[in-house]
Structure formats: C-alpha cells, structure tokens
C-alpha cells in the first residue's frame, strides 16, 4: 500500500499533494508534508484533511503545543482501543465506525480497526459527500457491500 497514493486519490479534492509522511497514530491520523513544504493534518475520525502548518517553522512550534499533542497522541480512546480489540494487526488502524463528524463517540462502542488505507478511502469518501453541508445537517447512511 502506497500511503501517499491513498491520501491523493482519496482526499486530493481538498488540494492536498503529499510527498512525505511526517507522522502516524493508531487511529489513522497522518501529518503529511506537501511540495511547498506546508503541513497536513489527515484525521479520518473526524473527516477532515487540512492544512495545520505554512512552514516547517510553523510545524515545530505547532508540535510544542500541549493540547496539540493531547488530541494527536490520542492516549486514552488508543489506549481503549487497545483493551477492547486487542493489539494492531500489520497495516490495520482503529477507527471511529460513526465518524465524530456525524455524532460519532468516542467510546468503545464505536470502535474496530481495519486496513489502513480502507480507512483512508472511507474517509475521504464520507468528506467529499458532507463538505458542503451546514452544520447540524441530517445525513443517512447507506450501506454498500
């Protein structure tokens, strides 16, 4: 699996072009480098791929932040996660099943893992479908096999 194709195909509506990965968490989170040297934050629990930083200048201050590392380090639902469902297997990643951007908790409930990259196609899929909704917009979820 070519984790930066994944993020193209599957996000490039956004406008990201990664060329490096800077970072990765056990639920799928990327840091993501682009050709200008701006900084991407991929987070597939909450559907959103955007830009968190202009420079690397920028990045390294932004990775100094305690409630930026807080929410990247992700210790107590990972941790859950975890308990519930036992260790990673290669190339799998845990996930929010209801996305955060659809009401989704963060509980045990609403966690499994997968293949990392059907994470990032789901992912991607879900964002380009509600990015023009308001919040607090209705959605219904339709299964597909």
């Known amino acids: 699996m070519n984790i930066l194709k994944e993020v193209k195909d599957s996000w490039g509506w956004v406008g990201i072009d990664p060329v490096e990965v ?25 559907v959103y791929c955007k830009i968190i930083a202009n420079s690397i200048e920028e990045y390294n201050e932004l990775i100094k932040d305690e409630e930026f590392n807080i929410d990247w380090f992700m ?38 893992s997968a293949p990392f990259y059907k994470i990032i196609q789901y992912s991607g899929d879900i ?19």
């Open 22 to 46: 800077v970072a990765e968490n056990d639920f799928g989170n990327l840091i993501l480098k682009d050709a200008d040297d701006r900084f991407w934050r991929l987070c597939p629990e909450e």
């Open 75 to 112: 210790d107590t639902i990972i941790n859950e996660a975890k308990e519930l469902l036992g260790p990673l297997k290669d190339g799998h990643k845990y996930y929010l099943v209801v996305p955060g951007i659809l009401d989704g908790d963060y509980t045990g409930t609403n966690i499994q």
């Open 127 to 145: 964002g380009l479908q509600v990015k023009d909704l308001p919040d607090g917009a209705e959605v219904i979820l339709k299964p597909i096999k």
